[in-house]
């Protein structure tokens, strides 16, 4: 980070800390302040956000510090980008394919593993996976883990069908917001992420 973004950075912490009666010498919350900020993709209408809310009830009883931090969230909450219906239509049919096919198929290899005494340890679950499965499934299934999905399909299946669906919509954004697929991240954090590609991208 330059010298002039760590300022300006500052800055904004600054002006928020005096916004809501926050000590400036507390280096750890304006810090934490500065940190939160980061994850902001609109400053401007977080400004306007604050001043608008900041004595609501919800916040009545908070401290400067814990108000900040709730806005901030609350702020992050309103905006979050969401899928168009369409979309979101896709991604609850695919989700349902995909869901059916994988269960269907752990089923019929738990079931043979059983007969025949199979080692379980043995069985490369995405080599066995793969196929029956298409190269749009493949990639889906991997942000899961094979193992995993044989497991959840035979004793969690609503764990299964949240987990599919989380990674279908998380590649659903990706498409959306194509400098996802850039950030070398172990998970995705959906909104948080996106609000940080925005920053970038206004320059902040």
């Known amino acids: 980070m330059s010298a002039n973004q760590f300022l300006a950075e500052n800055k904004i912490a600054i002006h928020f800390a005096q916004l809501l009666n926050i000590a400036i010498d507390d280096d750890i919350s304006m810090a934490d302040m500065e940190n939160e900020l980061n994850t902001i993709g609109d400053i401007a209408e977080f400004q ?4 608008n809310r900041f004595n609501y009830s919800a916040y009545q009883f908070m401290t400067g510090y814990q108000k900040f931090i709730a806005l901030a969230k609350d702020f992050r909450k309103d ?3 969401k899928l168009d219906q369409e979309t979101e239509m896709k991604v609850y049919n695919y989700t349902t394919r995909l869901l059916s096919k994988v269960t269907n198929f752990a089923f019929a290899l ?3 593993i059983q007969e025949k005494g199979y080692d379980l ?3 490369k679950m995405d080599k ?8 749009k499934d493949i990639e889906i299934c991997k942000i899961i883990g094979f193992d995993n999905i044989y497991k959840l399909a035979n ?3 609503p764990k299964l069908e949240a987990e599919l669906e989380k990674a279908i919509t998380q ?6 917001y194509p400098q996802l697929a850039n950030l070398n991240k172990q998970s995705f954090d959906g909104a948080a992420t996106i609000q940080k590609l925005k920053l970038k991208r206004v320059g902040v």
């Open 110 to 112: 738990n079931f043979e």
């Open 171 to 176: 590649k659903a954004l990706i498409t959306k």
């Open 128 to 135: 066995t996976f793969e196929k029956v499965l298409n190269e």
């Open 121 to 123: 340890k043995a069985i």
């Open 155 to 157: 004793y969690n299946i």
């Open 79 to 81: 905006n979050e980008p």
């Open 48 to 51: 306007k956000f604050v001043k």
